[in-house]
Each structure stands twice: as structure tokens, then as C-alpha cells.
């Protein structure tokens, strides 16, 4: 039993090992082999050893800001499941300041706008879902719930019918519904 073990830790050490030096396994195996030519014997050169700064070099800034953002969409969810809505509009503002892509924050923040009857700002957040992850029944389902409390009706009917389109059931049910109250 020792055997196995001992391999798979020795594959462990060396896979980190790769990893500090060339940045990831992926791109150690993918690193396409210098041209050979035909009848040649010489043996090619082997690469520089990596300088100091390139194997503990700091994170790139996106990164950092990706973690923030990430660290604040998590303060967010904690401040609206305590029902904190203004707390947890500025830091789910702040995630999606730092992370435009952060598709769960922009969610987070129509859930709230929506919890505080804030309807206008609710369709602006989902318009930044739908920009991220179009086509998505569910974002059309929400975007006829906001439209149903402005009175905007025929708007509403639209987006139930292409959440239905999209294939969203629920919205399917509500399309139909609403259309038979008119």
C-alpha cells in the first residue's frame, strides 16, 4: 500500500513543483517542442531557469478585484438575507463596480430592488443579467414580475411570453394567466 501512496505524492510534489515554475500544468504539457530539423542531432537548449520575480510574482490587479468583488458579493448576501437592503445594496454595488461580469451580483441586486419595490433599477440590473447570459427564461420571467408592479401590462405579456419561448415553465403558466385576465 505504501507504493501507491508514495507515487501519487511524489506526482503531487512534482505537479507543484511544475506549477511554480511554469505557471500550470496545462501549459507545461501544451508548450508546442522546438523545430527539429531532418539529420539533425543537436540537442536543443534548455530553457532559462525562471528569475525569482516570475516564479512569486503578485497576482495581476484583475485578480485582486475579482477577489474583492467576490469578497463583497459575499458581505451582500449575508447583509440581504438580514434584511439590511441598504447595506447590502452598497456592497453588492461595489462587487458589480469591481467585477462588471459578476452575474450573481447584478441577480442580488434586483432581488433587492425588487424586495423594496424599487422596480425601474430592478429592470436595470436585469438588463446587465441579460447582457451577461442572454436568452435566460428566468431573466425574462423576472423582468414581467418589475414590469407587472410599473402597470406596464403589454411590456409584462411580452416578457412572460418569451420566458415561455425560452422554455421557463413558470412563465409559461403566467403568459397564460395574465392573457386570459385582459
Not at 505524492?9 to 522546438?34: D, I, K, R
Not at 503578485?58 to 474583492?68: F, K, L, Q, S
Not at 469578497?71 to 438575507?81: H, P, T, W
Request: aromatic share 8%.
Amino acid at each position: 500500500m505504501k507504493g501507491p501512496l508514495l507515487a501519487v505524492a511524489a506526482t503531487m510534489c512534482v505537479a507543484a513543483l511544475l506549477y511554480q515554475l511554469h505557471g500550470s500544468f496545462w501549459e507545461t504539457v501544451n508548450t508546442p517542442l522546438p523545430p527539429v530539423s531532418v539529420g539533425a542531432v543537436a540537442a536543443p537548449e534548455p530553457a532559462p531557469p525562471p528569475t525569482p520575480a516570475a516564479v512569486a510574482s503578485p497576482a495581476p490587479a484583475v485578480d485582486r478585484a475579482r477577489a474583492e468583488a467576490d469578497a463583497r458579493f459575499q458581505s451582500g448576501v449575508a447583509l440581504q438575507e438580514d434584511a439590511k437592503y441598504d447595506a447590502a445594496l452598497a456592497e453588492l454595488t461595489r462587487a458589480t463596480e469591481l467585477a462588471p461580469d459578476h452575474v450573481e451580483a447584478w441577480w442580488r441586486l434586483h432581488e433587492i430592488y425588487a424586495t423594496t419595490q424599487r422596480h425601474p433599477e430592478g429592470l436595470a440590473a436585469l438588463d446587465r443579467v441579460e447582457a451577461l447570459t442572454p436568452n435566460t427564461g428566468r431573466v425574462a420571467f423576472a423582468r414581467a414580475f418589475h414590469l407587472s408592479f410599473m402597470a406596464d401590462k403589454t411590456r409584462m405579456l411580452a416578457e412572460l411570453k418569451r420566458a415561455c419561448d425560452l422554455g421557463f415553465s413558470r412563465g409559461c403558466e403566467s403568459y397564460e394567466q395574465e392573457r386570459t385576465r385582459r
